[in-house]
């Protein structure tokens, strides 16, 4: 009998440990964290940033991180203005140069971008991201054999890096070769399914070759990733719009605008499918709509006009046309436009003053020459050769990921 109470006892301190034990567990798990957009965590640190800022002015990794946010954000100047003043608290430091290159690239400032990204070279940042800037400024310079091989440097650090392949694609595709740039794509796709940058790319490509069903497949890809970026959706109705899908191009378009219905200027590709349709009441509704909410857009104007000298409305077309050359006085394709509505209204008046011609400015072609280096000068005229591809591209911005250390050329001079 003792022995069947001591079993039961036993048993009972058991179970009473084991709940214990559970509900210890239970109460140490940490509760998951809420999901956060990218905004409001954008908003949170550059809240914690400027509160550091506020009470230690001097330091410069500070504004190093909040440049890093302002570029995130998309505000360059902001940006530029934080890793300037990080530059001058803590100068030749390698990733602050590569974060103003990054910057510089994004406002165009091609030539600044080269001489911070090569100073950050020689200052050993040695990550494939550095090399695949230097790869994509060297191809703006049209100088592809240098291109190509700083994108190999980065593949050696880095052998499945999917931005690699999608560089190469974009210096297939400005060479010319849009088959090699399609295969390059769809490896950076395959490799790296989150770059987004490629889902535009991509589909400008195969559109340009026709392949418009390829190009669709490749945009819906895009959107199972992003589905909330309105840009994809404008793509998509653009490709919708080529094939004369007008109906579902519209519909990608208003999923556009609902998405973000800040960028009144999306109402643009509604009001050209009214007008591809004649339209021409509805098409300037929308029209209007964006010149009221944006007065500074370049060409909507012209747009309005082009509707109104196809409904024979010449007087009221001459109006818009002579706004848009006032903004826009060297707009080649507006001026010719006015011409054209002037010379009808003076063959269908013959009271009143004769209208006079315009002279049509002559395009001038625009030397650039690329900053000097140890080893070469590359000097481009833009437009001297003939385009053989219309698939060029843009290249977004990678952002860096690790240190690795190589060989770098010493003979390279810093400025102190």
Known sequence: MRKLYSCIYLLLVSIILLSCGQDTR?????????????????????EALMGAIRSNPSVAENYYKRAVVFHRMGELKRALDDINRADKLKQNTGKYMYLKALILRDQGAISDAFRAAQTAE????????????????????????MS?????????????????????????????????????????????????????????????????DSALVINRKGLKYFPKNPDLYVARGQIFSKINGLDSAMKSF????????????????????????????????????????????????????LIYEEMKA?????????????????????????????????????IGPVRE??????????????????????????????KRDTARVRVQIIAPKRRINLNIDSTRRLKF
Do not use: C, W
Request: charged fraction near 30%; hydrophobic fraction near 35%; avoid cysteine.
């Open 148 to 212: 190509k091989r700083y994108i190999a440097k980065a593949l050696e650090i880095s052998p499945k890096e999917g931005e690699a392949f999608y560089y190469l694609g974009t210096l297939a595709a400005r060479r010319g070769d849009t088959a090699t740039a399609i295969v390059q794509m769809n490896q950076a796709i395959r490799l790296k399914p989150s770059l987004q940058v490629a889902y535009f790319t991509l589909p400008h490509i195969l559109s340009n070759r026709n392949l418009y």
């Open 357 to 386: 011609m315009l002279p049509v400015p002559v395009p001038t072609k625009r030397k650039i020459t690329s900053p000097s280096n140890s080893r070469r000068k590359v000097s481009v005229v833009q437009d001297e050769q003939p």
């Open 314 to 350: 010449f007087t009221k077309a001459e109006e818009y046309l002579k706004e848009e050359v006032k903004e826009n006085p060297d707009d080649t394709e507006v001026i010719m436009a006015l011409n054209r509505v002037a010379s009808r209204l003076n063959s269908l008046s013959n």
């Open 122 to 145: 020689i200052l050993n940042i040695e990550t494939p991201e550095l090399y695949l800037l230097l790869g994509d400024l060297y191809q703006r310079e049209k100088d592809y054999l």
């Open 26 to 46: 239970v109460r140490s798990k940490i509760p998951p964290v809420p999901f956060q957009t990218d905004s409001i965590q954008n908003a949170s640190a550059l």
């Open 254 to 305: 208003e999923k556009a605008f609902n998405l973000d219905e800040e960028r009144v200027e999306l109402l643009t590709n509604s009001a050209e499918i009214y007008r591809k349709r004649k339209y021409y009441t509805k098409a300037l509704q929308y029209y209007q709509k964006v010149l009221d909410a944006k007065p500074e857009l370049k060409r909507i104007r012209y747009s309005m006009a």
